[in-house]
């Protein structure tokens, strides 16, 4: 039981260069979430899914899209990457509850 | 506007001291309250949570305490231990339009001091 596991952990892009995040879970949960964590911040929540074929804009929602084709996975997608964008994202999921379960991060870089 | 919001960036504690991170929120709508803990490099983890129903939770070494009429909750670690530096980030919980969501605090870097 892997939990949520994210691909890649780190990544450079240049500016106007796209890229995929992916994450999955394994523990069936409905709900799927994306956020970025930036300084003084905390996590801001960018897309999330209450269900497989859903999903919905959250707090900080543009310059990203979203899909969730299989309940396990669900993917963020950033079309032409920009320096705003550097941050380090977090996928979580949860079932009825609100604990989320957060996955290892992904660190990504936009020059 | 931040609606969650930890006013201490940073705390230091000694080893075997109490601990207490606070936290305050705007919005009357929230009804769910957690604590996560964070390790560098690693995803948050779920420490604590407490309803807008109740004013006290404990676990082990960890209270959490939410004072709804200050809209402010607070967690205490007792004893502190050196495992327990990290950064710990409040979220409070909500359901809009029919989705359940969290929104978190800046986090408060804990330091446990030998």
């Known amino acids: 039981n892997a939990g949520v596991t994210q691909t890649p952990k780190f990544r450079v892009l240049k500016t106007g260069q796209s890229m995929t995040l992916l994450c999955a879970q394994d523990m069936n949960h409905e709900y799927m979430y994306w956020y970025r964590q930036d300084p003084g911040m905390g996590l801001r929540l960018i897309h999330y899914?209450?269900?497989?074929?859903?999903?919905a804009k959250g707090e900080v929602p543009d310059g990203y899209n979203v899909s969730r084709l299989k309940k396990q996975n669900f993917l963020l997608g950033l079309e032409s990457a920009a320096p705003s964008q550097t941050s380090v994202y977090f996928c979580?999921?949860?079932?009825?509850?609100?604990?989320?379960?957060f996955g290892p991060g992904t660190r990504l870089t936009v020059t | 506007d931040q609606q969650v919001k930890q006013n201490s960036p940073s705390l230091s504690v000694q080893e075997g001291r109490i601990s207490i991170l606070n936290c305050d929120y705007t919005n009357s709508m929230f009804d769910y309250f957690l604590w996560y803990k964070k390790y560098p490099a690693e995803g948050p983890t779920f420490l604590i949570s407490?309803?807008?129903?109740?004013d006290k939770n404990e676990d082990g070494r960890f209270t959490v305490f939410l004072n709804k009429s200050a809209k402010h909750l607070s967690l205490h670690i007792v004893p502190s231990q050196p495992g327990d530096s990290a950064v710990y980030f409040c979220?409070?919980?909500?359901?809009?339009?029919?989705?359940?969501?969290?929104?978190f605090g800046q986090g408060t870097r804990l330091t446990i001091n030998p």
């Open positions: 899914s209450v269900g497989e074929g859903t999903t």
């Open positions: 979580a999921s949860r079932t009825l509850d609100y604990e989320q379960y």
């Open positions: 979220a409070a919980g909500i359901l809009i339009q029919g989705a359940q969501k969290l929104v």
């Open positions: 407490i309803s807008s129903i109740k």
